[in-house]
């Protein structure tokens, strides 16, 4: 592809998130074409497209990618479907941004990775905590010194869902869901946090049914090592009416705590230095955590031929912390990283799969 022609994309799934998408996809008119949108629903679909300047509705996938040959499609649709759908993007020719959860499994994350090719097409998630300047400005300070060693954290996703919400005939069960708020909610803090501090070593998990009526839990709290010695609390809820998401990383020199609830600008970020030292560097730009702002570093990648960020080893992380979570909180045990591969119960099935 010509380096200053538009990129030809697509979306599949025309619920509440789609829109979040097409934002995205509008924010960055000058570098892609939005030409088409697929949903079950075909209404849905229209309507989607009515809100672009061309973007033709389909009912299936497949048609889509065989009149408008995409080159990136954006999938939106419940978890269950992400694998099936990826990979037919994928066979096309087409690179994909995935929403979160990135599908429902260990297993499933590894059959969609070995899917893609060197070179691309691959397969990238949305994890768009990472993308605010915020978070770039923490990693900036820790790498100059300024903060001193990471020493302790807390990641907090404290949410309210009512029984409306669970009345959808996919969410709060492992087959379709693939877990609870630690999978659907939490995911992005959770990998914000390893962003921020890198790999995880050991969970310890207790999750639990609170108040809904479903399969998974609406409540799980962890504690977690990190490879650096780091330790932290991770709290993911669906039951809490005062609703926040929360990171704070204690450091030698200063507390670093970010405060929001589903996206942040800098002005959300606040440090405290230690006694004595001053204040920390102010960050230079304020670019607030956003699909557009998750999108760029994605069609930066296409545009070189390379592998995008949140993809492959550094998308699976989470997934993997989030089985971690699972299986201790089944099992009572501890639970390090690197431990659950193709024979353990874990990587099929967030529930535990005994096959």
């Known amino acids: 592809m010509a380096q200053g022609k538009r990129l030809r994309v697509a979306v599949v799934g025309a619920g509440g998130i789609a829109d979040s998408h097409r934002a995205a996809y509008q924010a960055h008119h000058h570098d892609v074409d939005l030409v088409a949108a697929a949903d079950i629903d075909e209404s849905r679909a229209v309507a989607f ?91 900036d300070l820790l790498a100059r010194g300024q903060l001193g060693r990471p020493l302790v954290a807390h990641c907090q996703t404290t949410w309210f869902r009512d029984a409306d919400y669970y009345a959808v005939p996919w969410r709060g069960r492992w087959e379709t869901e693939g877990g609870g708020p630690a999978m659907g909610h939490g995911i992005h803090q959770m990998d914000l946090l390893l962003h921020l501090l890198g790999d995880w070593a050991e969970v310890r998990a207790m999750t639990a049914r609170l108040v809904h009526d479903v399969e998974t ?92 960020p949140c993809s492959g080893a550094d998308g699976r992380r989470v997934l993997e912390f989030v089985a971690a979570l699972y299986k201790s909180a089944c099992t009572g045990l501890g639970v390090r990283r690197g431990e659950i591969g193709p024979g353990d119960a874990f990587y099929r099935s967030m529930a535990g799969d005994p096959r």
């Not at 509705?57 to 497949?62: K, Q, V």
């Not at 691959?122 to 915020?134: D, E, I, M, N, P």
């Not at 929001?260 to 730009?285: F, I, K, S």
């Open 217 to 308: 839990e609406d409540v799980s709290t962890a504690l977690v090592r990190f490879e650096s010695g780091v330790l932290g609390t991770v709290v993911n809820s669906v039951v809490s009416p005062d609703e926040v998401s929360r990171i704070r990383i204690d450091c030698e020199r200063a507390t670093a705590e970010l405060t929001h609830l589903y996206g942040y600008g800098n002005g959300d970020w606040r440090y405290t230095a230690a006694p004595g030292l001053g204040e920390v560097d102010a960050p230079v730009e304020d670019v607030r955590s956003s699909h557009a702002a998750a999108l760029a570093p994605v069609l930066a990648a296409f545009r070189q031929r390379r592998r995008p």
């Open 49 to 139: 497209c009515a809100g672009t300047e061309h973007a033709k509705p389909y009912r299936d996938l497949g048609s889509l990618l065989a009149e408008q040959e995409p080159d990136l499609v954006s999938i939106c649709t419940p978890p269950g479907l992400h694998v099936e759908q990826t990979k037919v993007a994928l066979a096309s020719g087409a690179w994909v941004w995935c929403e979160k959860p990135p599908c429902r499994s260990l297993a499933e994350y590894d059959e969609m990775a070995a899917a893609e090719r060197d070179g691309g097409p691959y397969v990238s998630f949305v994890y768009q905590q990472r993308s605010g300047s915020g978070a770039a400005h923490f990693r």
